[in-house]
């Protein structure tokens, strides 16, 4: 079985992974700004706990890291639900235009963000759930 330590890098990769694919997808595009903005923020957090990870021993590493700030920024993502934020957004853009092929673009798009950000937010909950069953 993996350590805590590989499972936790693996998961974080992955949460890294698909915020870029997020990044990209909203990157430039004002209607999506807050998710860019989001999908930066996962990142920059990734990063710095891809960071404090490669300092921890495998000893120290559950302690070490359940008290790193970068942590706390991420399980904070978890309930801040921007994708809700940003389907009202779209539904408002899309007003009597719903049916139109402009409409079902959105639509698409916003399926595509959607199922992005719900499997990032999985994983963070995952990561935060690997350190809660380590400590018990």
Not at 23 to 36: I, K, T, V, Y
Not at 70 to 80: I, K, T
């Given at each position: 079985?993996?350590?805590?330590?590989?499972r936790f890098?693996?998961?974080?990769?992955?949460?890294e992974q698909?915020?870029?694919?997020?990044?990209?997808?909203?990157?430039?595009?004002?209607?999506?700004?807050?998710?860019?903005?989001?999908?930066?923020?996962?990142?920059?957090?990734?990063?710095?706990?891809?960071?404090?990870?490669?300092?921890?021993?495998?000893?120290?590493?559950?302690?070490?890291?359940?008290?790193?700030?970068?942590?706390?920024?991420?399980?904070e993502m978890?309930?801040?639900?921007?994708?809700?934020?940003?389907?009202?957004?779209?539904?408002?853009?899309?007003?009597?235009?719903?049916?139109?092929?402009?409409?079902?673009?959105?639509?698409?798009?916003?399926?595509?963000?959607?199922?992005?950000?719900?499997?990032?937010?999985?994983?963070?909950?995952?990561?935060?759930?690997?350190?809660?069953?380590?400590?018990?």
């Amino acid at each position: 079985m993996k350590s805590i330590k590989k499972r936790f890098k693996s998961l974080l990769a992955e949460i890294e992974q698909l915020a870029s694919e997020l990044g990209l997808l909203c990157a430039g595009l004002p209607l999506l700004s807050e998710m860019q903005q989001t999908a930066d923020k996962i990142l920059r957090a990734c990063e710095d706990l891809s960071s404090q990870v490669s300092e921890l021993k495998k000893a120290a590493f559950r302690d070490g890291i359940a008290e790193a700030e970068a942590l706390a920024e991420l399980e904070e993502m978890v309930d801040s639900d921007a994708i809700s934020v940003l389907e009202d957004r779209f539904f408002a853009e899309l007003g009597n235009h719903a049916d139109s092929g402009a409409g079902e673009f959105l639509q698409q798009l916003l399926e595509k963000i959607d199922k992005r950000y719900t499997k990032m937010i999985e994983r963070i909950q995952q990561l935060s759930a690997l350190l809660d069953e380590d400590g018990e």
